[in-house]
């Protein structure tokens, strides 16, 4: 990327419409392509020093964010439960980013969205099915991985057994409901890359019918998280009309491959979820997180 000092007015318009890289120059953790790097103009004029400032104060919404969510989950379910949650959050939108860089797909990282959980954003669409599938898949295994480490923390740092089993439940299930096959979510994501590289058409289909379902679902349960996904898989599918056909398929091998990874990762969150409720004394999840 250049220095500020040689970029057009233009390119930091763009800058400022788009969320920027990290707030943190040594935030790793947040997965900043380029953050920090930037060099200050000798003389700029008053229009791109606004300018230049605004993308500072966009850069400081995913330390905000962060913040923001610790403290509303705080408020509700105390520090050492928030805290958890936000790592957990963390952990999983950071398997995405790692997904991103990994392939080579550029970044703005990922930011934390209070009442909402968290957003990893690549920085162009994806041109494979196979990044959309991999990208998506690394979340749930970054999450469900992290679960020992939980469970190790907790035990520590409450000295309860079935209170860290507790609190490596919670996220768990925060896992495996991201695995679910509704479009926004990972695992819808997963099964469109597979569903899509058979035929483009019944992957539009499996949006947008699973975006309907949500808003469905939503209206009768008074649930706005799932109005707000099946808003997400409508609007995507709208963004996205006629460039998703020309996304390169997976072949029939990798396409079974990646039914195979989610039907894995699917039976290990669940025997996890199984196992440590055992362990919590706990069947609902809910609880968990208030008892920790
Ligand atoms: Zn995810």
Request: glycine fraction near 12%; include cysteine; charged fraction near 15%.
């Amino acid at each position: 990327m250049r220095p500020w000092s040689e970029r057009t007015p233009e390119a930091i318009r763009e800058a400022f419409y788009s969320p920027a890289p990290a707030p943190i120059a040594h935030g790793d953790a947040f997965g900043s392509e380029d953050g920090g790097r930037a060099e200050r103009p000798s003389s700029k004029p008053a229009l791109v020093g606004l300018l230049v400032l605004g993308i500072k104060a966009l850069k400081s919404t995913k330390i905000l964010g962060l913040l923001g969510s610790l403290l509303v989950y705080a408020l509700s379910l105390g520090w050492l439960a928030a805290g958890l949650l936000v790592a957990g959050l963390c952990i999983h939108e950071y398997g995405h980013v790692w997904a991103m860089r990994r392939l080579g797909v550029p970044t703005k990282g990922f930011y934390l969205i209070p009442f909402m959980g968290g957003v990893a954003i690549p920085a162009r669409p994806f041109e494979k099915r196979h990044e959309e599938a991999y990208i998506a898949a690394m979340g749930p295994v970054f999450g469900l991985a992290a679960t020992p480490l939980v469970l190790g923390l907790t035990w520590l740092l409450r000295g309860s057994l079935p209170h860290a089993a507790a609190a490596a439940q919670v996220l768990v299930f925060l896992n495996l409901f991201n695995l679910l096959p509704i479009v926004p979510l990972d695992g819808g994501r997963i099964i469109r890359s597979v569903v899509s590289s058979f035929s483009p058409a019944a992957g539009i289909a499996l949006a947008v019918g699973t975006g309907l379902i949500c808003g469905v679902l939503a209206w009768s349960f008074r649930a706005p998280i799932l109005g707000l996904l099946g808003a997400i898989a409508l609007l995507e599918v709208w963004n996205t009309r006629g460039s998703r056909c020309h996304l390169t398929a997976l072949s029939s091998r990798h396409a079974l491959r990646w039914l195979g990874v989610y039907a894995a990762l699917m039976a290990v969150g669940a025997a996890l979820l199984v196992g440590l409720g055992s362990l919590s004394g706990h069947t609902e999840v809910i609880l968990s997180l208030r008892d920790i």
